[in-house]
């Protein structure tokens, strides 16, 4: 499968965006998705991700502003940001996983990943 994300951008703080990850290929209501993000100088960190079911989890940090959503009949899933600081300057990545891992929160657990967006956010 490839991933194509889109979506990111600059925004000051407090404003909000909404990045989407299609996904070529069969299947893709039986993946696993998860969205990444990666700061300069820093590594992978989680953000969020769904259960090919529905379910989904965040990191602490995504807690009650980021909402991840998916559209099988699209292929495509999307991470709602709201509520942007500037911490969350990042490329943002988005990732399948075939496996039904465990935690789905480690890169390690994902099989396929898409280029990267860039999300800006300034003070």
């Known amino acids: 499968v490839q991933l194509q994300a889109s979506g990111g951008g600059s925004v000051q703080a407090g404003g909000s965006l909404r990045l989407s990850c299609v996904a070529s290929?069969?299947?893709?209501?039986?993946?696993?998705m998860g969205w990444f993000r990666q700061a300069p100088g820093k590594g992978r960190e989680f953000v969020a991700a769904?259960?090919?079911?529905?379910?989904?989890r965040y990191a602490n940090s995504a807690e009650g502003r980021f909402t991840i959503s998916r559209d099988n009949a699209k292929n495509t899933v999307y991470l709602q940001m709201n509520s942007l600081k500037p911490e969350d300057t990042a490329v943002y990545y988005c990732?399948?996983?075939?496996?039904?891992?465990?935690?789905?929160?480690?890169?390690?657990?994902?099989?396929?990943w898409g280029q990267g967006t860039q999300v800006t956010v300034s003070s």
């Open positions: 769904i259960r090919s079911g529905g379910r989904t």
């Open positions: 290929g069969r299947s893709f209501s039986r993946y696993d």
């Open positions: 990732a399948a996983d075939w496996n039904y891992s465990a935690d789905l929160d480690q890169p390690f657990e994902y099989d396929y």
